[in-house]
């Protein structure tokens, strides 16, 4: 399945990275208008970074997300037997649809979601090294889904790699500009 999405979606993601990337990237100048921006090739370099990020994300991280986060933060929840019981259920909506206000893991790296890209790599940096997600009450009941000390290890080694490529495209961009 993940290879699936490897291979079919490489250009919808480029596309989606450019879109995220853009819309930030106004914000962060309040409405400045870049077909004057003098270093056209400082954006590009960030963009190169976060299709970087990208590709590693797919490598070595997605699978755990699946795994661990996506029953709610993604369209693909997998509703447990104890969904069914009263009161339980809705319960289980409620959670899903604060989980996705907060990050929606189901498109891939970039995220979906009201912060930034590298804003979103430092929130996923510190629910794991916390250990506050998936929360307890979820770990209890899946026990499958539970993330080993070498697999938390992965995902922080690679929100902090990808936190210190933008951070640094950042810094290049901003010596650059006049
Ligand atoms: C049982 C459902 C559930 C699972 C599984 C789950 N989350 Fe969450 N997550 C939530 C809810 C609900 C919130 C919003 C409320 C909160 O912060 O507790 C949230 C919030 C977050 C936030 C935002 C926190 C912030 O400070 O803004 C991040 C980041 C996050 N989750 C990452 C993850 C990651 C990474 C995983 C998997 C390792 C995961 N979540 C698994 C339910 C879940």
Not at 1 to 18: D, E, G, H, P, Q
Not at 20 to 40: F, V
Not at 81 to 87: A, L, R
Not at 131 to 136: F, R
Request: hydrophobic fraction near 40%; charge should be neutral.
């Amino acid at each position: 399945m993940i290879k699936r999405r490897l291979n079919s979606s490489n250009a919808a993601l480029l596309f989606v990275v450019t879109l995220i990337w853009g819309g930030t990237q106004a914000q962060a100048h309040e409405g400045k208008d870049h077909a004057q921006d003098p270093e056209p090739n400082a954006w590009e370099e960030q963009e190169r970074k976060l299709v970087e990020i990208t590709a590693d994300y797919q490598l070595a991280v997605a699978p755990l997300i699946q795994k661990a986060c996506a029953d709610c933060h993604s369209g693909d929840t997998q509703y447990p037997w104890y969904s069914m019981m009263p009161g339980i259920s809705q319960w289980i909506r409620n959670d899903i649809e604060e989980a996705r206000q907060h990050v929606e893991f189901s498109n891939g790296y970039p995220f979906q979601s009201h912060a930034t890209p590298l804003e979103d790599l430092l929130a996923v940096e510190k629910v794991i090294k916390e250990g506050t997600m998936p929360p307890l009450r979820y770990r209890l009941m899946h026990s499958k889904a539970r993330l080993n000390e070498q697999e938390k290890k992965r995902i922080i080694e690679w929100a902090r790699r990808g936190q210190r490529m933008l951070m640094d495209a950042e810094l290049a961009r901003a010596a650059k500009q006049p």
